[in-house]
Structures are given as C-alpha cells and as structure tokens.
C-alpha cells in the first residue's frame, strides 16, 4: 500500500513540476510591456538586425528634430515565427533606411513591439502573429 502512495504522490508532483515550469515561460512572452491600444511610427536607419530566438531584436538609430540622434529598439517574434510570415534574415542590414509601426512601450522608453516594417525595397512585412505564410498561399482549410 505504501508503494502504492508513493508512486501516486511521485506522479502528482511530477505533474506539478511540468506545470509550473510553464508558468513562467507563459509570463516571459506577454505584450504587457507594450501599450496594444497605441501605435506609432519610426523612420530610421538599421543599426543592427538581430534574427534570433526566442525574439528577433530591431534597432534603429532615428533622428530627432533638433539634428540629433537616439537609437531606438523594436522587438519582435522568434525566427520561425517571422519566417512563416514571410520574414528572412538577410531582409534588413546595417544602413538600411526603414520605416516601422509599433506598439510602444509603456515606460516611455524608446521600445515598441514590432507591428509592421516598410523595407526599402518598398516591400512590406508584417509581425502579425497566425497570419497566413507569404507568397500569397491560400490559408490552411
């Protein structure tokens, strides 16, 4: 009878291990930083492009009115994610004039969640999470 308490009780806290390890994983890819009912539009130059996991990283160095300069940062969905949307890496590079829409951050620091991005190409790619892929593919049925 003990053995079989103690395997129950082992499953039970297994089971409670694997939840609450995706507790904060939840809580880490929440757009709570960033004011959704806002968006605003930065035109700039690439700084860098970083094409990564768990979030790809945009930073743009803008210029401000009085001639000077700030950089700004946008963050944005995983590789995988941006890439079934029609994404790549080699999309942006260092000197590349842009133009981005963002949800900004609710701190008021230079910070947004990426919305949209018109390359200077002209094309433009869009961060939306669940839209279809790119090349004009129809949507899965």
Do not use: C
Not at 50 to 74: C, I, M
Not at 98 to 114: C, E, I, K
Request: aromatic share 6%; proline share 8%.
């Amino acid at each position: 009878m003990k053995a079989l308490v103690s395997s129950r009780m082992s499953g039970v806290m297994a089971a409670l291990l694997l939840v609450s390890a995706g507790v904060p994983a939840s809580a880490h890819h929440s757009a709570a930083p960033f004011d959704m009912s806002k968006e605003i539009t930065v035109r700039g130059t690439v700084e860098k492009w970083l094409w990564a996991n768990p979030h790809s990283w945009l930073y743009l160095r803008v210029a401000k009115p009085d001639g000077t300069q700030e950089v700004w940062g946008f963050e944005g969905g995983s590789a995988g994610m941006l890439a079934r949307t029609g994404w790549n890496s080699a999309d942006m590079k260092p000197g590349d004039k842009v133009t981005v829409s963002a949800h900004p951050a609710r701190s008021g620091n230079r910070t947004g969640l990426l919305s949209q991005i018109k390359l200077p190409s002209g094309k433009v790619l869009s961060a939306g999470a669940g839209a279809p892929p790119a090349l004009n593919a129809p949507a899965p049925k």
